[in-house]
């Protein structure tokens, strides 16, 4: 069983940065994408960045130009580096990995991330 961890959240003023990690458990094999999202109080989840398996990203217009995902296949890690921080960036974020084969959907516990005005 995979799991997933993020950390790197926390308490920050607007215009501030932070850095999310997700690490994995072990190696997950035929990855289809990766991604971020969060999760505001009385909202749905929502989609923050996706990094493709061939390296193509995909992000939210919220967030355009602000933030950058990445990730470090030898250390089965995924980054999301958060910069100009706007208190409306407060949500639970989570990682989230997907595969093929077999077909499966991996999701981290979430981190906190607080932007104070």
């Known amino acids: 069983q995979v799991q997933l961890v993020e950390s790197g959240g926390g308490l920050v003023q607007a215009g501030g940065s932070l850095r999310l990690s997700c690490a994995a458990s072990?190696?997950?094999?035929?990855?289809?994408?990766r991604g971020w999202y969060r999760q505001a109080p009385g909202k749905q989840r929502e989609v923050v960045a996706v990094l493709t398996s061939v390296g193509n990203t995909n992000y939210a217009d919220s967030v355009k130009g602000r933030f950058t995902i990445s990730r470090d296949n030898a250390q089965n890690m995924l980054y999301l580096q958060m910069n100009s921080l706007k208190p409306e960036d407060t949500a639970v974020y989570y990682c989230?990995?997907?595969?093929?084969?077999?077909?499966?959907?991996?999701w981290g516990q979430g981190t906190q991330v607080t932007v104070s005005s």
């Open positions: 072990r190696k997950i094999d035929s990855i289809t994408n």
């Open positions: 989230n990995i997907n595969s093929l084969i077999p077909r499966r959907t991996y």
